[in-house]
């Protein structure tokens, strides 16, 4: 009776309804799964973050309509942030833009530089929210392949030739440290990618969620980090991860002015703002990340180390991912992605991700997560090595 739009018909299927299906049989005949497909910290928010949620929250100016942009006082924590962290500087008044999360700047910034059939390049894999944010804005996702022998990065011929042979290409998706892959960009790259943006009047959305969830004590760029980055784009940040704030909603935006700007435009007629109380608590988070995240990082390496030597002992091939919580391997030759995921809820228990969920790029690939305890982690790797 009520139909559905042309746009949300557009989107892809719903990949993980038979993977919900199998796991809930599992269920029912009284298994207990072990969840390493959801990429959200089991680990705390930090205290320290807390407390000042809690005082903030009892503040009554902080209980009527947070302002637009965000709290100056949150843009300047951010600022510095991108300051100390990176050496990238930026106006806090006119290049940076709180974000209910990054997931809501990235979705709402096609609205407005994307005009209807032009086109946004996406990275396949990729975080899906890149291409059903392009078709929400009737633009055309296209995509290009992060392959393993190009260490995930995308090929700038392939590029060239999509802007070359497509539609109007308007913007461009990009994302290291990488989900799903794991993979990390070098500054070098990120200079590639500001000269093929200048020379296409393409905007670049980089989408650095990861930042901070770097192992081996290897620190990864910022894409601001670069000369002239600021003229052709921004860079999405998110306290979610870095943090483990995922329930929170804090992100935010920083760099080209009128990019800035544009996105403002969309949010202040869409929505309003994030709770006050949060970006109190976001500046002190964002103001004290160290020692903070060496521990956290400390934490997700010891998991990467049990992890990693079990999958390879199962007949995974997976790299130890220089950053991020996530372990992206590759199947045997000719196995699905799906069928692989499904087939081992049933065996040994234990859920992960299809690659196929990243895009059709992903085939052939399963991702799994960090985001649960060493024990447990010990725990699959018994299994997977068929210790119990
Ligand atoms: C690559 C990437 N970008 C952005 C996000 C969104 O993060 P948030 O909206 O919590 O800031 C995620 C979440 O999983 C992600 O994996």
């Given amino acids: 009776m009520?139909?559905?739009?042309?746009?949300?018909?557009q989107l892809p299927p719903y990949l993980f309804a038979r993977i919900d299906q199998i796991k809930q049989e599992e269920v029912k005949k009284?298994?207990?799964?072990?969840?390493?497909?959801?990429?959200?910290?089991?680990?705390?928010?930090?205290?320290?973050?807390?407390?000042?949620?809690?005082?903030?929250?009892?503040?009554?100016?902080?209980?009527?309509?947070?302002?637009?942009?965000?709290?100056?006082?949150?843009r300047r924590a951010a600022a510095r942030f991108m300051d100390k962290r990176f050496g990238v500087k930026v106006n806090a008044e006119t290049e940076v833009l709180s974000l209910i999360g990054s997931k809501e700047g990235i979705a709402h910034i096609p609205l407005a530089f994307v005009n209807p059939g032009e086109a946004v390049l996406v990275p396949d894999p990729g975080y899906p929210v890149y291409n059903s944010a392009t078709l929400f804005a009737d633009g055309i996702p296209i995509p290009f392949r992060l392959k393993p022998e190009n260490s995930f990065l995308p090929d700038f011929a392939d590029l060239e030739r999509l802007v070359r042979t497509g539609p109007r290409v308007?913007?461009?998706?990009?994302?290291?440290?990488?989900?799903?892959?794991?993979?990390?960009?070098?500054?070098?790259?990120?200079?590639?990618?500001?000269?093929?943006?200048k020379k296409h009047k393409i905007i670049v959305c980089h989408d650095n969620a990861y930042s901070e969830l770097y192992f081996d004590g290897k620190a990864q760029p910022s894409f601001l980090e670069v000369p002239g980055a600021k003229d052709v784009g921004v860079e999405f940040h998110s306290l979610s991860k870095t943090f483990n704030m995922t329930g929170w909603r804090v992100g935010f935006v920083a760099g080209n002015s009128r990019v800035v700007e544009g996105l403002a435009k969309v949010k202040t007629n869409?929505?309003?703002?994030?709770?006050?109380?949060?970006?109190?608590?976001?500046?002190?988070?964002?103001?004290?990340?160290?020692?903070?995240?060496?521990?956290?990082?400390?934490?997700?390496?010891?998991?990467?180390?049990?992890?990693?030597?079990?999958?390879?002992?199962?007949?995974?091939?997976c790299q130890n991912p220089e950053a991020t919580f996530y372990v992206w391997c590759k199947l045997a030759a000719g196995l699905k992605s799906e069928d692989?995921?499904?087939?081992?809820?049933?065996?040994?228990?234990?859920?992960?991700?299809?690659?196929?969920?990243?895009?059709?790029?992903?085939?052939?690939?399963?991702?799994?997560?960090?985001?649960?305890?060493?024990?447990?982690?010990?725990?699959?790797?018994?299994?997977?090595?068929?210790?119990?």
Wanted: with cysteine.
């Fill in 2 to 9: 009520f139909e559905m739009t042309q746009r949300l018909k």
């Fill in 30 to 74: 009284g298994r207990k799964l072990i969840a390493l497909g959801i990429g959200d910290p089991d680990l705390p928010t930090p205290e320290f973050v807390i407390k000042r949620l809690e005082q903030a929250a009892r503040n009554p100016e902080n209980h009527q309509y947070p302002s637009y942009w965000g709290m100056l006082e949150f």
């Fill in 170 to 197: 308007k913007l461009l998706f990009l994302n290291y440290p990488n989900n799903p892959t794991g993979a990390v960009a070098t500054l070098d790259f990120f200079k590639e990618v500001v000269a093929f943006a």
């Fill in 270 to 317: 869409i929505d309003s703002g994030i709770f006050n109380a949060c970006q109190e608590a976001g500046i002190e988070a964002l103001d004290h990340y160290e020692p903070f995240c060496t521990e956290l990082r400390a934490i997700y390496q010891k998991r990467r180390d049990i992890l990693i030597p079990a999958l390879r002992k199962a007949g995974l091939q």
């Fill in 340 to 388: 692989f995921v499904l087939d081992l809820i049933r065996t040994k228990g234990i859920v992960s991700t299809p690659g196929t969920g990243f895009g059709l790029g992903g085939e052939g690939f399963v991702r799994f997560t960090l985001c649960s305890d060493a024990s447990v982690l010990k725990q699959v790797a018994q299994i997977l090595t068929g210790s119990i």
